[in-house]
């Protein structure tokens, strides 16, 4: 199919939205945001070979997290989504096939939370297939909250639990897979309302979405808040997966990524839910720089961030 094809094709099967005044079809989308609100807006490349593998995840898939990857960005602001951008670069001998299924799992994500894919853009890839997706959110004016606002004696929680998507990853490398035993991988859900229930009550002082693990995200609220962090292996809520169900390694709750829940610190006592989704506390925000793993049987050990980080590790 031609570019003008495709572009015809994902047109018909989009639904518009209250914030997009135009979508595709112009040279740019046009967007309206509500009064005395400010604009959110996040950008991630899905690769082949870096965030996925034909071969491990079917195209529906990789349309659902594609768009999630964004979704996720601004549930950690506490933003609603307002519209989304996909452009999307395919190498020659794609089939037609797989393009018309990503497409259905990135539109049934965006039918989900009510965003309206406004625009993008095509092109043929040297190599590979390439989707870079854009969305725009909107916040209250200055009430968006930031990875800086942690405070020695804040709590720390996260919606959820960890190391589904890892423990995932790792069983693919042996072999095939069910998807319905690894859901936190290949389907995972964007805590849009529960970023949006936290940030209208005022509860969150940061907060980040855990997309590069654990340790590496703690690691960026405590760097841009300038304080440190004491961690309870005991109390991080590890995924459970796999048939029949197991608890992945705590290696995995601690640095893998990919899980799409919210890390966040609070001064206050948090519910045990939050918009449906469970909250875990597991530790607290300290004075001193640095952050300390504290072991079940009491010993404390420097916690050192091994997540996933580009340039530095690949599959």
Same mark, same amino acid.
């Given at each position: 199919?031609?570019?003008?094809?495709?572009?015809?094709?994902?047109?018909?099967?989009?639904?518009?939205?209250?914030?997009?005044?135009?979508?595709?079809?112009?040279?740019?989308?046009?967007?309206?945001?509500?009064?005395?609100?400010?604009?959110?807006?996040?950008? *991630?490349?899905?690769?082949?070979? $870096?965030?996925?593998?034909?071969?491990?995840?079917?195209?529906?898939?990789?349309?659902?997290?594609?768009?999630?990857?964004?979704?996720?960005?601004?549930?950690?602001?506490?933003?609603?989504? &307002?519209?989304?951008? /996909?452009?999307?670069?395919?190498?020659?001998? $794609?089939?037609?096939?797989?393009?018309?299924?990503?497409?259905?799992?990135?539109?049934?994500?965006? *039918?989900?939370?009510?965003?309206?894919?406004?625009?993008?853009?095509?092109?043929?890839?040297?190599?590979?297939?390439?989707?870079?997706?854009?969305?725009?959110?909107?916040?209250?004016?200055?009430?968006?909250?930031?990875?800086?606002?942690?405070?020695?004696?804040?709590?720390?929680?996260?919606?959820?639990? /960890?190391?589904?998507?890892?423990?995932?990853?790792?069983?693919? &490398?042996?072999?095939?897979?069910?998807?319905?035993?690894?859901?936190?991988?290949?389907?995972?859900?964007?805590?849009?309302?529960?970023?949006?229930?936290?940030? &209208?009550?005022?509860?969150?002082?940061?907060?980040?979405?855990?997309?590069?693990? /654990?340790?590496?995200?703690?690691?960026?609220?405590?760097?841009?808040?300038?304080?440190?962090?004491?961690?309870?292996?005991?109390?991080?809520?590890?995924?459970?997966?796999?048939?029949?169900?197991?608890?992945?390694?705590? *290696?995995?709750?601690?640095?893998?990524?990919?899980?799409?829940?919210?890390?966040?610190?609070?001064?206050?006592?948090?519910?045990?839910?939050?918009?449906?989704?469970?909250?875990?506390?597991?530790?607290?925000?300290?004075?001193?720089?640095?952050?300390? /793993?504290?072991?079940? *049987?009491?010993?404390?050990?420097?916690?050192?961030?091994?997540?996933?980080?580009?340039?530095?590790?690949?599959?």
């Amino acid at each position: 199919m031609g570019e003008k094809s495709l572009i015809e094709l994902i047109r018909r099967r989009v639904r518009g939205g209250s914030a997009v005044v135009a979508g595709i079809g112009d040279d740019c989308a046009v967007l309206r945001v509500p009064a005395a609100h400010d604009l959110l807006v996040t950008t *991630d490349f899905t690769l082949e070979n $870096v965030h996925f593998r034909r071969e491990w995840h079917p195209p529906e898939v990789v349309g659902w997290r594609c768009l999630t990857r964004g979704l996720s960005d601004i549930a950690a602001m506490g933003g609603k989504p &307002r519209a989304a951008f /996909l452009s999307l670069a395919l190498e020659r001998g $794609v089939p037609q096939k797989w393009v018309d299924r990503f497409v259905a799992g990135l539109l049934e994500a965006a *039918d989900e939370f009510r965003v309206p894919l406004a625009g993008g853009d095509t092109a043929q890839s040297a190599g590979g297939i390439q989707a870079d997706v854009v969305v725009v959110g909107s916040v209250p004016k200055g009430k968006a909250v930031l990875r800086s606002g942690a405070r020695p004696g804040d709590q720390i929680y996260v919606t959820g639990e /960890l190391g589904g998507s890892a423990a995932a990853i790792a069983r693919l &490398r042996e072999g095939k897979v069910r998807a319905a035993d690894y859901e936190r991988h290949f389907h995972p859900r964007a805590r849009v309302e529960a970023g949006q229930w936290l940030r &209208r009550r005022g509860l969150a002082s940061a907060m980040i979405d855990v997309s590069d693990g /654990l340790s590496t995200d703690l690691e960026h609220i405590c760097e841009e808040s300038g304080v440190g962090a004491v961690v309870e292996a005991g109390a991080i809520p590890r995924a459970r997966v796999g048939h029949p169900t197991k608890e992945v390694a705590l *290696d995995l709750a601690l640095h893998g990524g990919e899980d799409y829940e919210l890390l966040f610190t609070s001064s206050q006592k948090i519910p045990a839910k939050v918009a449906g989704v469970p909250v875990t506390r597991i530790g607290r925000i300290a004075r001193r720089r640095g952050m300390v /793993l504290v072991l079940e *049987d009491g010993r404390r050990r420097r916690l050192v961030a091994r997540g996933w980080e580009h340039f530095k590790g690949n599959w």
